[in-house]
Protein backbone atom coordinates (compact mmCIF):
# COMPACT_ATOMS: atom_id res chain seq x y z
CA UNK A 1 0.00 0.00 0.00
CA UNK A 2 1.45 3.58 -0.96
CA UNK A 3 1.99 5.79 1.63
CA UNK A 4 2.67 8.49 -0.43
CA UNK A 5 0.45 12.13 0.34
CA UNK A 6 -3.13 12.58 -1.08
CA UNK A 7 -5.24 15.50 -1.67
CA UNK A 8 -7.04 16.96 -4.69
CA UNK A 9 -4.13 19.45 -4.53
CA UNK A 10 -1.14 17.54 -5.14
CA UNK A 11 -3.05 15.22 -7.42
CA UNK A 12 -1.52 16.39 -10.75
CA UNK A 13 2.27 17.54 -9.58
CA UNK A 14 2.53 14.03 -6.69
CA UNK A 15 0.33 11.04 -8.54
CA UNK A 16 2.63 7.90 -8.26
CA UNK A 17 0.12 6.45 -11.16
CA UNK A 18 2.24 8.90 -13.66
CA UNK A 19 5.68 7.22 -12.87
CA UNK A 20 4.78 3.70 -11.77
CA UNK A 21 7.74 1.23 -13.02
CA UNK A 22 8.49 4.48 -15.46
CA UNK A 23 11.54 6.25 -16.35
CA UNK A 24 10.72 10.29 -17.96
CA UNK A 25 12.16 11.67 -21.46
CA UNK A 26 9.81 14.38 -21.84
CA UNK A 27 7.37 11.32 -22.15
CA UNK A 28 6.75 8.54 -19.63
CA UNK A 29 8.39 5.71 -20.88
CA UNK A 30 8.86 1.65 -19.72
CA UNK A 31 12.06 0.95 -19.43
CA UNK A 32 13.81 -0.87 -22.03
CA UNK A 33 14.47 -3.92 -20.08
CA UNK A 34 11.80 -3.82 -17.51
CA UNK A 35 13.32 -2.76 -14.67
CA UNK A 36 11.37 -1.72 -11.21
CA UNK A 37 12.23 0.04 -8.41
CA UNK A 38 10.90 -0.88 -5.19
CA UNK A 39 10.89 2.70 -3.22
CA UNK A 40 11.09 1.84 0.86
CA UNK A 41 10.27 4.28 3.27
CA UNK A 42 13.68 3.96 5.70
CA UNK A 43 11.38 4.78 8.96
CA UNK A 44 8.33 1.85 8.07
CA UNK A 45 10.27 -0.35 5.99
CA UNK A 46 6.73 -0.30 4.09
CA UNK A 47 7.08 -0.15 0.12
CA UNK A 48 6.07 3.80 -0.71
CA UNK A 49 5.99 3.47 -4.41
CA UNK A 50 7.93 2.01 -7.24
CA UNK A 51 9.22 3.42 -10.08
CA UNK A 52 11.32 1.93 -13.44
CA UNK A 53 15.01 1.68 -13.14
CA UNK A 54 17.63 2.17 -15.76
CA UNK A 55 19.89 0.05 -17.23
CA UNK A 56 22.91 1.20 -19.75
CA UNK A 57 20.71 0.82 -23.20
CA UNK A 58 18.05 3.41 -21.62
CA UNK A 59 20.83 6.13 -20.93
CA UNK A 60 21.79 5.35 -24.25
CA UNK A 61 19.08 5.84 -25.67
CA UNK A 62 17.93 9.41 -23.36
CA UNK A 63 21.14 10.59 -24.06
CA UNK A 64 20.85 10.54 -28.11
CA UNK A 65 17.18 12.10 -27.45
CA UNK A 66 18.94 14.73 -25.46
CA UNK A 67 21.47 15.71 -28.21
CA UNK A 68 18.66 16.04 -30.77
CA UNK A 69 16.76 18.24 -28.73
CA UNK A 70 18.96 20.49 -26.80
CA UNK A 71 19.81 22.75 -30.20
CA UNK A 72 16.23 23.70 -30.44
CA UNK A 73 15.97 24.55 -26.30
CA UNK A 74 19.26 26.38 -27.16
CA UNK A 75 17.60 28.79 -29.78
CA UNK A 76 14.67 29.01 -27.81
CA UNK A 77 14.22 32.98 -26.90
CA UNK A 78 15.41 33.72 -23.57
CA UNK A 79 12.12 35.22 -21.96
CA UNK A 80 10.25 31.93 -22.99
CA UNK A 81 12.61 29.81 -20.91
CA UNK A 82 12.92 32.32 -18.15
CA UNK A 83 8.97 31.56 -17.97
CA UNK A 84 9.34 27.99 -17.52
CA UNK A 85 11.87 28.15 -14.86
CA UNK A 86 9.20 30.95 -13.38
CA UNK A 87 6.02 28.33 -13.74
CA UNK A 88 7.90 25.42 -12.22
CA UNK A 89 9.18 27.59 -9.06
CA UNK A 90 4.94 28.57 -8.58
CA UNK A 91 4.32 25.28 -9.09
CA UNK A 92 6.47 23.73 -6.27
CA UNK A 93 5.87 26.78 -4.06
CA UNK A 94 1.81 26.17 -4.27
CA UNK A 95 2.24 22.27 -3.12
CA UNK A 96 5.31 23.15 -0.46
CA UNK A 97 4.14 21.12 2.28
CA UNK A 98 2.72 18.01 0.31
CA UNK A 99 6.13 18.17 -1.71
CA UNK A 100 7.92 18.56 2.21
CA UNK A 101 5.98 15.23 2.89
CA UNK A 102 7.05 13.16 0.69
CA UNK A 103 10.78 14.15 1.33
CA UNK A 104 10.63 13.04 4.45
CA UNK A 105 9.14 9.60 3.73
CA UNK A 106 11.28 9.19 1.12
CA UNK A 107 14.80 9.88 2.69
CA UNK A 108 14.12 9.46 6.89
CA UNK A 109 14.87 13.55 7.44
CA UNK A 110 12.62 15.23 9.84
CA UNK A 111 10.02 17.69 8.12
CA UNK A 112 12.04 21.10 8.68
CA UNK A 113 14.80 19.57 6.84
CA UNK A 114 12.52 18.46 3.98
CA UNK A 115 10.50 21.81 3.94
CA UNK A 116 14.40 23.46 3.70
CA UNK A 117 15.02 21.73 0.61
CA UNK A 118 11.58 22.70 -0.76
CA UNK A 119 12.80 26.12 -0.04
CA UNK A 120 15.90 25.98 -1.24
CA UNK A 121 14.95 24.01 -4.65
CA UNK A 122 12.22 27.04 -5.61
CA UNK A 123 15.17 29.57 -5.36
CA UNK A 124 17.13 27.44 -7.22
CA UNK A 125 14.33 27.80 -9.93
CA UNK A 126 14.01 31.32 -9.33
CA UNK A 127 17.53 31.99 -9.82
CA UNK A 128 17.76 29.88 -13.09
CA UNK A 129 15.11 31.57 -14.40
CA UNK A 130 17.20 35.44 -13.66
CA UNK A 131 20.23 33.19 -14.90
CA UNK A 132 18.82 33.13 -18.68
CA UNK A 133 18.50 36.87 -18.65
CA UNK A 134 22.02 37.58 -17.32
CA UNK A 135 24.79 38.83 -20.14
CA UNK A 136 26.60 35.72 -21.77
CA UNK A 137 29.75 36.95 -22.63
CA UNK A 138 32.40 39.57 -23.15
CA UNK A 139 33.76 42.23 -25.33
CA UNK A 140 37.36 42.10 -25.70
CA UNK A 141 40.43 44.74 -26.47
CA UNK A 142 40.92 44.21 -29.95
CA UNK A 143 42.77 46.46 -32.97
CA UNK A 144 41.19 49.00 -34.87
CA UNK A 145 38.78 47.23 -37.31
CA UNK A 146 38.07 44.10 -35.42
CA UNK A 147 35.22 42.99 -33.02
CA UNK A 148 36.70 40.54 -30.27
CA UNK A 149 34.42 38.98 -28.03
CA UNK A 150 34.52 35.89 -25.96
CA UNK A 151 30.78 34.12 -25.41
CA UNK A 152 29.10 31.30 -23.22
CA UNK A 153 27.77 28.29 -24.91
CA UNK A 154 26.27 25.32 -23.24
CA UNK A 155 28.30 21.94 -23.21
CA UNK A 156 25.47 20.27 -24.78
CA UNK A 157 24.18 17.36 -22.55
CA UNK A 158 25.17 17.75 -19.27
CA UNK A 159 24.69 14.30 -16.96
CA UNK A 160 23.88 14.66 -13.69
CA UNK A 161 24.07 12.20 -10.71
CA UNK A 162 22.96 12.86 -7.39
CA UNK A 163 22.84 11.08 -3.53
CA UNK A 164 20.23 10.56 -1.46
CA UNK A 165 20.92 12.33 1.40
CA UNK A 166 19.24 15.94 0.27
CA UNK A 167 17.98 14.74 -2.72
CA UNK A 168 15.69 17.68 -4.28
CA UNK A 169 17.83 20.23 -3.76
CA UNK A 170 21.60 17.94 -5.09
CA UNK A 171 19.92 17.45 -8.43
CA UNK A 172 18.11 20.44 -8.77
CA UNK A 173 21.19 23.13 -8.63
CA UNK A 174 22.72 21.33 -11.13
CA UNK A 175 19.70 20.66 -13.20
CA UNK A 176 18.10 23.79 -12.93
CA UNK A 177 21.46 25.77 -13.96
CA UNK A 178 22.60 23.80 -16.37
CA UNK A 179 18.98 23.75 -18.53
CA UNK A 180 19.20 27.78 -18.32
CA UNK A 181 22.51 27.49 -19.60
CA UNK A 182 21.16 26.11 -22.85
CA UNK A 183 22.08 22.45 -22.20
CA UNK A 184 19.70 19.14 -21.93
CA UNK A 185 20.05 17.15 -19.05
CA UNK A 186 19.98 13.68 -18.19
CA UNK A 187 19.93 13.22 -14.40
CA UNK A 188 20.22 9.94 -12.28
CA UNK A 189 19.37 10.10 -8.80
CA UNK A 190 19.78 8.00 -6.11
CA UNK A 191 17.16 5.02 -6.61
CA UNK A 192 17.01 5.01 -2.63
CA UNK A 193 15.31 8.55 -3.52
CA UNK A 194 14.48 8.70 -7.26
CA UNK A 195 11.35 10.42 -6.62
CA UNK A 196 12.11 13.66 -4.72
CA UNK A 197 15.58 13.14 -6.07
CA UNK A 198 14.24 12.88 -9.79
CA UNK A 199 10.96 12.61 -11.00
CA UNK A 200 9.58 15.56 -8.78
CA UNK A 201 11.67 17.70 -11.02
CA UNK A 202 10.53 16.01 -13.94
CA UNK A 203 6.96 16.36 -13.05
CA UNK A 204 7.45 19.90 -12.00
CA UNK A 205 9.35 20.74 -15.67
CA UNK A 206 6.73 18.40 -17.56
CA UNK A 207 3.61 20.80 -16.30
CA UNK A 208 5.75 24.20 -16.87
CA UNK A 209 5.85 23.38 -20.37
CA UNK A 210 9.44 22.31 -20.90
CA UNK A 211 10.09 20.64 -24.44
CA UNK A 212 9.79 17.24 -24.87
CA UNK A 213 12.92 15.46 -24.69
CA UNK A 214 15.12 18.29 -23.28
CA UNK A 215 15.36 16.81 -19.47
CA UNK A 216 14.91 13.34 -18.88
CA UNK A 217 14.95 11.11 -15.34
CA UNK A 218 16.33 7.49 -14.87
CA UNK A 219 16.77 5.99 -11.42
CA UNK A 220 19.26 3.62 -11.65
CA UNK A 221 22.28 1.97 -10.41
CA UNK A 222 26.24 1.98 -10.71
CA UNK A 223 26.23 0.11 -14.34
CA UNK A 224 23.56 3.50 -15.41
CA UNK A 225 26.15 5.98 -13.46
CA UNK A 226 28.83 4.04 -15.65
CA UNK A 227 27.05 4.38 -18.70
CA UNK A 228 26.51 7.65 -18.31
CA UNK A 229 29.78 8.16 -17.97
CA UNK A 230 30.92 7.00 -21.07
CA UNK A 231 27.78 7.97 -23.45
CA UNK A 232 29.50 9.90 -26.20
CA UNK A 233 26.49 12.44 -26.33
CA UNK A 234 27.16 13.67 -23.03
CA UNK A 235 30.00 16.45 -22.31
CA UNK A 236 29.81 16.94 -18.92
CA UNK A 237 29.22 15.19 -15.35
CA UNK A 238 27.75 16.78 -12.38
CA UNK A 239 28.02 14.43 -9.39
CA UNK A 240 27.73 14.48 -6.10
CA UNK A 241 27.93 11.54 -3.46
CA UNK A 242 30.54 10.27 -1.80
CA UNK A 243 34.76 9.93 -2.59
CA UNK A 244 35.15 6.72 -3.41
CA UNK A 245 32.43 7.10 -5.88
CA UNK A 246 33.59 10.26 -7.35
CA UNK A 247 36.90 8.50 -8.10
CA UNK A 248 34.98 6.12 -10.41
CA UNK A 249 33.10 8.95 -12.11
CA UNK A 250 35.91 10.65 -12.50
CA UNK A 251 38.58 7.87 -14.00
CA UNK A 252 35.33 7.06 -16.46
CA UNK A 253 34.62 10.29 -17.57
CA UNK A 254 37.98 11.16 -18.03
CA UNK A 255 38.75 8.88 -20.20
CA UNK A 256 36.63 9.96 -22.51
CA UNK A 257 37.34 13.75 -21.99
CA UNK A 258 34.23 14.99 -20.39
CA UNK A 259 34.40 17.97 -18.02
CA UNK A 260 33.49 16.68 -14.57
CA UNK A 261 32.00 18.32 -11.63
CA UNK A 262 33.09 16.26 -8.27
CA UNK A 263 31.23 17.51 -4.89
CA UNK A 264 32.20 14.63 -2.42
CA UNK A 265 32.49 13.76 1.28
CA UNK A 266 34.39 15.65 4.46
CA UNK A 267 35.51 15.63 7.74
CA UNK A 268 34.80 18.75 8.31
CA UNK A 269 36.56 20.38 11.62
CA UNK A 270 34.59 23.08 13.80
CA UNK A 271 37.06 24.66 16.14
CA UNK A 272 35.95 26.13 19.51
CA UNK A 273 38.33 28.34 20.59
CA UNK A 274 38.96 28.74 24.65
CA UNK A 275 37.12 32.23 24.58
CA UNK A 276 34.12 30.62 23.38
CA UNK A 277 30.48 31.52 24.62
CA UNK A 278 30.03 27.52 26.05
CA UNK A 279 26.43 27.38 25.24
CA UNK A 280 26.35 28.77 21.80
CA UNK A 281 29.00 26.74 20.95
CA UNK A 282 27.20 23.17 22.07
CA UNK A 283 24.40 24.44 20.31
CA UNK A 284 26.39 24.82 16.76
CA UNK A 285 27.95 21.66 17.56
CA UNK A 286 24.64 19.91 18.18
CA UNK A 287 23.46 21.13 15.43
CA UNK A 288 25.85 20.80 12.84
CA UNK A 289 26.60 16.89 13.98
CA UNK A 290 23.17 15.67 14.61
CA UNK A 291 20.99 16.94 11.46
CA UNK A 292 19.86 14.81 9.40
CA UNK A 293 21.25 11.80 11.53
CA UNK A 294 25.15 13.40 10.14
CA UNK A 295 24.19 12.42 6.61
CA UNK A 296 25.42 15.15 5.43
CA UNK A 297 28.88 15.98 3.26
CA UNK A 298 29.10 18.98 5.52
CA UNK A 299 28.69 18.11 8.43
CA UNK A 300 30.53 18.66 11.82
CA UNK A 301 32.48 15.73 11.85
CA UNK A 302 35.15 16.69 13.99
CA UNK A 303 34.95 18.99 17.16
CA UNK A 304 37.72 20.51 18.28
CA UNK A 305 37.34 21.83 21.54
CA UNK A 306 40.20 23.66 23.57
CA UNK A 307 41.56 21.91 26.57
CA UNK A 308 39.62 24.43 29.14
CA UNK A 309 36.50 23.89 28.03
CA UNK A 310 36.57 20.56 26.92
CA UNK A 311 34.90 18.26 29.91
CA UNK A 312 32.23 21.00 30.22
CA UNK A 313 31.65 21.06 27.13
CA UNK A 314 31.39 16.96 26.79
CA UNK A 315 29.29 17.25 29.65
CA UNK A 316 27.26 20.06 28.07
CA UNK A 317 27.08 18.18 24.29
CA UNK A 318 25.87 14.58 26.24
CA UNK A 319 22.94 16.45 28.13
CA UNK A 320 22.13 18.24 24.82
CA UNK A 321 22.27 14.51 23.17
CA UNK A 322 20.01 12.62 25.64
CA UNK A 323 16.97 15.25 24.90
CA UNK A 324 16.74 14.73 20.95
CA UNK A 325 14.34 12.45 19.82
CA UNK A 326 14.04 9.47 17.57
CA UNK A 327 11.13 8.05 15.60
CA UNK A 328 9.24 8.53 12.16
CA UNK A 329 10.20 11.47 10.75
CA UNK A 330 6.81 12.07 9.54
CA UNK A 331 4.95 12.11 12.59
CA UNK A 332 7.17 15.88 13.00
CA UNK A 333 7.48 15.29 16.39
CA UNK A 334 10.95 14.18 16.50
CA UNK A 335 14.66 15.87 15.85
CA UNK A 336 16.51 12.74 14.12
CA UNK A 337 14.44 10.05 11.94
CA UNK A 338 16.35 6.94 10.64
CA UNK A 339 19.08 6.00 9.00
CA UNK A 340 19.10 5.55 4.93
CA UNK A 341 19.37 1.95 4.84
CA UNK A 342 21.22 -1.12 6.69
CA UNK A 343 24.43 -0.72 5.66
CA UNK A 344 24.92 2.91 5.99
CA UNK A 345 23.64 2.20 9.72
CA UNK A 346 26.24 -0.94 10.17
CA UNK A 347 29.03 0.86 8.84
CA UNK A 348 28.44 3.87 11.34
CA UNK A 349 28.22 1.74 14.24
CA UNK A 350 31.37 -0.17 13.11
CA UNK A 351 33.35 2.93 13.13
CA UNK A 352 32.02 3.90 16.63
CA UNK A 353 33.06 0.10 18.43
CA UNK A 354 36.50 0.18 16.08
CA UNK A 355 36.84 4.08 17.72
CA UNK A 356 36.33 2.63 21.07
CA UNK A 357 38.64 0.14 20.75
CA UNK A 358 41.32 2.61 19.73
CA UNK A 359 40.58 4.57 23.14
CA UNK A 360 37.57 6.66 22.15
CA UNK A 361 35.54 7.26 24.80
CA UNK A 362 31.53 6.53 24.44
CA UNK A 363 29.95 8.82 26.43
CA UNK A 364 26.07 8.45 25.53
CA UNK A 365 25.00 6.44 22.66
CA UNK A 366 26.45 3.30 20.14
CA UNK A 367 22.98 1.89 20.15
CA UNK A 368 20.19 1.19 17.80
CA UNK A 369 17.15 -0.11 16.60
CA UNK A 370 16.03 -0.93 13.54
CA UNK A 371 17.25 1.50 11.04
CA UNK A 372 17.30 3.94 14.06
CA UNK A 373 21.10 5.28 15.36
CA UNK A 374 20.97 6.59 18.57
CA UNK A 375 22.84 10.16 18.86
CA UNK A 376 26.79 9.38 20.02
CA UNK A 377 29.19 10.99 21.35
CA UNK A 378 32.74 9.77 21.17
CA UNK A 379 35.32 11.87 23.32
CA UNK A 380 39.03 11.83 23.52
CA UNK A 381 39.67 11.67 19.94
CA UNK A 382 42.98 11.06 18.89
CA UNK A 383 44.58 11.12 15.29
CA UNK A 384 44.97 7.35 14.02
CA UNK A 385 41.26 6.33 15.54
CA UNK A 386 38.33 5.68 12.90
CA UNK A 387 36.03 8.48 14.07
CA UNK A 388 38.78 11.17 13.93
CA UNK A 389 40.19 10.44 10.55
CA UNK A 390 37.04 9.11 8.73
CA UNK A 391 33.91 10.83 7.54
CA UNK A 392 31.31 9.25 9.70
CA UNK A 393 27.96 9.92 7.60
CA UNK A 394 26.17 9.06 10.96
CA UNK A 395 24.94 10.91 13.91
CA UNK A 396 27.69 10.60 16.05
CA UNK A 397 29.49 13.91 17.35
CA UNK A 398 33.41 13.28 17.30
CA UNK A 399 34.63 15.68 20.19
CA UNK A 400 39.25 16.33 20.76
CA UNK A 401 40.83 18.88 22.10
CA UNK A 402 43.81 20.93 21.91
CA UNK A 403 46.27 23.23 24.24
CA UNK A 404 46.52 26.10 21.14
CA UNK A 405 45.31 27.76 18.25
CA UNK A 406 48.39 26.08 16.44
CA UNK A 407 47.13 22.72 17.85
CA UNK A 408 43.80 23.08 16.42
CA UNK A 409 44.66 24.26 13.37
CA UNK A 410 46.98 21.39 12.84
CA UNK A 411 44.25 18.83 14.13
CA UNK A 412 41.89 20.40 11.77
CA UNK A 413 44.56 19.98 8.39
CA UNK A 414 44.97 16.30 9.19
CA UNK A 415 42.39 15.35 6.91
CA UNK A 416 42.44 13.88 3.48
CA UNK A 417 39.38 16.38 2.76
CA UNK A 418 38.59 19.85 2.48
CA UNK A 419 34.90 20.79 1.98
CA UNK A 420 33.88 23.10 4.83
CA UNK A 421 34.81 24.81 8.52
CA UNK A 422 33.86 26.54 11.49
CA UNK A 423 35.66 28.74 13.98
CA UNK A 424 33.94 29.51 17.11
CA UNK A 425 35.56 32.40 19.42
CA UNK A 426 34.61 35.65 20.86
CA UNK A 427 37.30 37.27 18.74
CA UNK A 428 36.62 37.88 15.01
CA UNK A 429 39.75 38.55 14.16
CA UNK A 430 41.44 35.48 16.14
CA UNK A 431 38.92 33.26 14.81
CA UNK A 432 40.02 34.55 11.08
CA UNK A 433 43.42 34.34 11.55
CA UNK A 434 42.79 30.79 12.35
CA UNK A 435 40.02 30.14 9.61
CA UNK A 436 42.71 31.28 7.29
CA UNK A 437 45.15 28.46 7.58
CA UNK A 438 42.29 25.64 7.70
CA UNK A 439 42.41 24.34 4.21
CA UNK A 440 38.70 24.39 3.52
CA UNK A 441 36.48 24.87 0.35
CA UNK A 442 34.02 27.07 2.51
CA UNK A 443 34.88 28.51 5.66
CA UNK A 444 32.37 30.01 8.83
CA UNK A 445 32.90 32.25 11.21
CA UNK A 446 31.47 31.96 14.41
CA UNK A 447 29.35 29.20 12.94
CA UNK A 448 28.76 25.45 12.18
CA UNK A 449 29.84 24.06 9.57
CA UNK A 450 26.35 22.80 7.85
CA UNK A 451 25.72 26.22 5.91
CA UNK A 452 24.24 26.73 1.93
CA UNK A 453 22.70 29.87 0.67
CA UNK A 454 22.04 29.03 -2.66
CA UNK A 455 24.06 31.86 -3.78
CA UNK A 456 27.24 30.77 -2.94
CA UNK A 457 30.08 28.59 -4.81
CA UNK A 458 29.74 25.70 -3.17
CA UNK A 459 32.81 23.10 -3.39
CA UNK A 460 35.36 21.84 -1.33
CA UNK A 461 39.23 21.18 -1.86
CA UNK A 462 41.27 17.49 -1.51
CA UNK A 463 38.98 14.56 -1.85
CA UNK A 464 36.15 16.59 -1.47
CA UNK A 465 36.25 17.93 -4.85
CA UNK A 466 38.18 18.61 -7.91
CA UNK A 467 38.32 22.37 -7.46
CA UNK A 468 34.90 23.26 -8.81
CA UNK A 469 32.07 24.64 -7.76
CA UNK A 470 28.36 24.83 -8.12
CA UNK A 471 25.61 27.58 -7.56
CA UNK A 472 25.71 31.25 -7.74
CA UNK A 473 28.13 32.75 -9.87
CA UNK A 474 29.95 29.37 -10.26
CA UNK A 475 27.37 27.89 -12.43
CA UNK A 476 28.52 30.10 -15.64
CA UNK A 477 31.66 28.45 -15.20
CA UNK A 478 30.50 25.03 -14.56
CA UNK A 479 27.85 24.45 -16.98
CA UNK A 480 29.27 26.28 -19.94
CA UNK A 481 32.51 26.60 -21.83
CA UNK A 482 34.06 29.86 -23.57
CA UNK A 483 34.65 30.61 -27.35
CA UNK A 484 36.30 33.66 -28.82
CA UNK A 485 34.88 35.22 -31.53
CA UNK A 486 36.86 37.82 -33.95
CA UNK A 487 34.90 39.88 -36.26
CA UNK A 488 36.98 41.90 -39.06
CA UNK A 489 34.60 43.95 -42.28
CA UNK A 490 37.53 42.27 -44.44
CA UNK A 491 40.29 39.75 -44.49
CA UNK A 492 43.56 40.58 -43.97
CA UNK A 493 46.86 40.17 -46.20
CA UNK A 494 49.00 38.03 -44.96
CA UNK A 495 53.03 38.12 -45.92
CA UNK A 496 52.72 35.11 -47.19
Excluded at 207 to 229: I, K, Q, R, Y
Aim: proline share 6%; charged share 20%.
Amino acid sequence: MSRLPRSESNAALLDEQVWEAKLFSGIWRTPMAGGRNEVIEPATGERLTTTGQARAEDVALATAAAAAQQPAWEAMAPRQRAEIFLRAAGLLQAQADECALLIARETGGILPKAQHEVREAVLFLQLAAGQVMQPHGLVLPSNSGTLSYARRLPHGVVGVISPFNFPLILSIRAVAPALAAGNAVVLKPDPQTPIAGGFLIARLFELAGLPEGVLHVLPGGADAGAALCSDPHVRMIAFTGSTAAGRKVAETAGRHLKKVALELGGKNPLIILDDADLERALSCASWGAFLHQGQICMASGLILVHESLHERFVEGLVERTRRLRLGDPASGDVELGPMINENQLVRTHQLVLDSVVAGARLQVGGQYDGLFYQPTVLSHLAPGMPAFDTEMFGPVACVASFASDEEAIDLANRTEYGLAAGVISRSVGRAMAVGAQLRAGMLHINDQTVNDDGVNPFGGRGNSGNGGSMSGPANWDEFTQWQWVTIKDTPPQYPF
